[in-house]
């Protein structure tokens, strides 16, 4: 291994830059458009070697997917990025999933979990709104999966806009991500084969992992369709020193996991000015392991004590983790309806998840049943409470369905051009969750390996249904050829409906003080616990919105920007209300919404051969969600304020040899009792920096360096001392080197990734910072990916 490490360290000095991320600037000649922007398939497919550019985003009128946004986003006086699938390729190579390559190419976005969760990935400090084709996958309920949607070699590109925003509503406080599927054919047919392999820096048989993907399609006069099929095998983990790496039994992680992910796409001109496009995708992972968790000798993890962190070979779990989803977008466009653009999306979506099986306690409710009942010897109560545990497995089931209508119009006012934009969505969202009861007998005979149903089952929550409901118009108005204004209102409306039902602690308890060897006890006392319920409920309420945003052209080489706008959300009130007790009343005074106010300031310039881009932002909300330092889920009623700075350089050396770099900065305090305390990294980003160099080959090929690091910070820890409730916890900063490349070969291309180049030992900040001792997972060391690509 010594040997091959050498090898690619001797190599490093070849690799040269690439374009990071897109410049964006205003394009004044776009078509008149509803769907927000289409970068043309023939340019982001046709170059040869990537470049760098401030030049304007190409919106072209023959788009099939994208976001059904009132405003072209490429237009957006805010901080704007749109990802090409030349950027996309050439990250993708081996097991890098879409997490891994949107956290290395979006400054402000949270690192990737190394799981399959996207939990804690944040943009400017919120929660991002992600989309697919323009199809939420973010809900009010979210499974924290959306990155883990579609396979990356499926994505034309990946729309960025950071910050909060009015225009598009609800959910969206942290910025939006639209994952854009590849639809357009061209004329006459299109195929395209897929082979890849991937592997640990040991090729250990257990780590290799492999794919395969399938590209059909045929574009006519009138009709145009296509289908891409792609199957993945991934093996295990293997950590920096070799060993295998073991489950996350928190979130589930993508190890000894199939994977199917189909896109489809038909579209008909109906006449010269109208058109209907139909995108469907289907993605569907199963996890098939025979490795589980250590939690030591007689579960002794379970009861405080320091886990090994080693995978032990055996594990029997009767329903292995899973994702399946389903997501459809009919959308009718008519350039000329009334002399305006016209467009109407109908979507639906259904996510089912189900996570890995886990101890659950109840200890602490139980403790409090106990002394409420006249048991006050502490050590007594602590010893019955400890038989509080129990082993559930989580599955959760999320179906929306939404229709979306929009019109722009081009006009005057008082001798200026504007572009106004105006509409209505409706969405509706259906979520439910279980918990399955496992055999605690079989699970502790075990040692925790063995998972198997009991019959039981026990409610995450109330079956919850929520409803959106929105309104908006927006003006676009070149106030001089240089200057660029848009504003714009939003009316919002949200309701939620909840169902009867039995919390899930109350259940627990009523099974523990019923259990034979604690009845005994709990009958000396009086107790004879029954399971109380919580009513139906429903919530509703409504805000306006507002956004205001402008952009001016100093020079034809420097623009500035700035950007005010409004975010409303509510929490994800299904797991807010999971850990409640009896009695409690779900109202609109009991589940209060979240309005952010976003505030963004740039610049951005191209002067010769370097282009930059520097950026700051602000945003403050009137409530805090967090998770507590026993992992219930909280909103708390106190002010919460955001802060940073991103910038992002490329610098073209000459022809051949790119380098560059990005750098985001993110702090945020909320109140706590007229004290400002620091935010953790479950929110924040910790300080973020990549950096590149990239060598373009004559003929295509190129060779790529490219380093992601994280500052460490243990503010957040030290400061929620003070606050009891608190689960921050300090991180440690790493720093990670990649050698990427692409080979245009006589028939096709090869691409490959050594990740991880250094085998640095380290931990995501998601396993640092997230849940107790047993998610202190290690990363993944050296990883290799190769695979080959030929249209024909």
């Not at 590849?182 to 004329?187: E, H």
């Not at 919390?503 to 004879?528: H, K, M, R, W």
Request: aromatic content about 8%.
């Amino acid at each position: 291994m010594k040997s091959r490490h050498q090898l690619a360290l001797s190599v490093l000095t070849l690799c040269i830059s690439q374009q990071l991320y897109a410049q964006t600037n205003i394009n004044d000649s776009t078509d008149n458009i509803v769907d927000a922007p289409e970068v043309s398939a023939s340019s982001a497919t046709s170059a040869e070697e990537p470049s760098v550019t401030l030049d304007a985003i190409t919106v072209t009128a023959n788009a099939r997917t994208g976001t059904a946004l009132a405003q072209k986003i490429s237009e957006m006086p805010a901080v704007t990025q749109v990802l090409t699938e030349q950027e996309i390729q050439v990250q993708a190579t081996g097991d890098r999933t879409t997490g891994d390559i949107l956290a290395q190419l979006i400054p402000s976005l949270g690192t990737s979990s190394g799981s399959t969760s996207n939990y804690g990935t944040t943009m400017h400090g919120r929660p991002v709104q992600f989309l697919l084709n323009g199809v939420p996958l973010s809900s009010s309920r979210s499974l924290s999966r959306e990155l883990n949607s579609i396979d990356p070699a499926q994505l034309e590109r990946v729309e960025v806009l950071s910050g909060a925003t009015s225009i598009y509503g609800a959910g969206a406080a942290g910025g939006l991500i639209n994952l854009v599927t590849k639809s357009d054919v061209g004329y006459g047919p299109i195929r395209q084969t897929r082979l890849g392999i991937s592997s640990s820096r040991n090729f250990d048989s257990e780590s290799l992992g492999y794919s395969v993907g399938q590209t059909l399609g045929y574009g006519g006069e009138r009709v145009y369709g296509r289908l891409d099929v792609d199957y993945g095998s991934t093996g295990g983990k293997f950590d920096s020193h070799g060993d295998r790496v073991s489950p996350d039994v928190n979130q589930t992680d993508q190890q000894d996991t199939e994977s199917l992910s189909v896109n489809a796409s038909l579209g008909m001109e109906l006449t010269d000015t109208q058109r209907l496009d139909l995108a469907v995708t289907y993605y569907n992972d199963e996890q098939d392991t025979d490795y589980g968790p250590d939690y030591g000798d007689g579960l002794a993890v379970l009861f405080g004590a320091t886990p090994s962190l080693n995978a032990i070979d055996g594990a029997d779990i009767e329903d292995q983790p899973y994702t399946t989803k389903t997501s459809a977008n009919l959308s009718y466009n008519d350039d000329d309806f009334l002399g305006s653009n016209l467009n109407v999306t109908g979507y639906y979506r259904d996510e089912k998840g189900r996570f890995y099986p886990s101890a659950k306690s109840a200890a602490t409710q139980a403790a409090e049943v106990w002394q409420d009942n006249g048991l006050t010897d502490q050590s007594t109560v602590d010893q019955l409470s400890s038989a509080a545990v129990f082993v559930t497995q989580s599955e959760a089931d999320i179906e929306v369905m939404g229709l979306r209508a929009a019109m722009q119009t081009e006009t005057e006012l008082a001798g200026k051009d504007v572009l106004l934009s105006y509409g209505a969505d409706f969405e509706r969202e259906n979520s439910e969750q279980t918990y399955y009861g496992q055999d605690l007998n079989v699970f502790l005979a075990s040692n925790g390996l063995t998972a198997q149903t009991n019959g039981l089952t026990y409610n995450g929550g109330p079956d919850t249904t929520i409803d959106k409901l929105g309104a908006f118009v927006n003006a676009d108005i070149d106030i001089t050829d240089k200057w660029h204004t848009s504003a714009g209102v939003r009316y919002q409306n949200l309701k939620s409906e909840t169902d009867a039902f039995t919390p899930i602690y109350e259940q627990l308890l009523e099974e523990y003080f019923n259990n034979p060897a604690i009845s005994g006890v709990s009958n000396a006392y009086g107790i004879d616990y029954q399971a109380g319920d919580v009513e139906k409920g429903n919530t509703e309420h409504d805000k306006v919105l507002f956004n205001l945003g402008t952009s001016y052209q100093l020079t034809p080489n420097d623009q500035i920007f700035a950007n005010f706008s409004q975010g409303f959300t509510t929490a994800d009130i299904q797991r807010a209300l999971r850990d409640v007790r009896a009695g409690y009343v779900v109202n609109s005074d009991n589940v209060q919404p979240i309005t952010t106010n976003n505030y963004e300031f740039g610049w951005q310039g191209k002067h010769g051969d370097t282009a930059a881009r520097l950026s700051g932002f602000y945003n403050e909300s009137d409530k805090v969600v967090r998770f507590t330092d026993s992992y219930t889920v909280e909103v708390v009623d106190t002010d919460e304020r955001v802060y940073g700075v991103e910038g992002s350089l490329t610098h073209d050396l000459n022809d051949k040899w790119q380098v560059g770099g990005t750098v985001a900065y993110t702090r945020g305090q909320y109140n706590k009792d007229g004290d400002w305390l620091e935010l953790d990294a479950v929110r924040l980003t910790p300080l973020k920096g990549t950096a590149f160099a990239q060598y373009n080959f004559d003929g295509g090929s190129n060779l790529r360096l490219q380093a992601l690091a994280i500052g460490g910070s243990d503010t957040a820890y030290k400061d929620q001392q003070n606050d009891p409730d608190s689960s921050a916890l300090p991180v440690t900063g790493y720093m990670t080197l990649d050698v990427l490349g692409q080979v245009k070969m006589p028939v096709g291309r090869m691409d490959y990734g050594v990740y991880n180049v250094l085998n640095k030992d380290y931990l995501t900040v998601y396993h640092q910072t997230t849940y107790s001792d047993m998610n202190r997972l290690p990363a993944s060391g050296t990883t290799y990916g190769l695979s080959y690509t030929i249209d024909y």
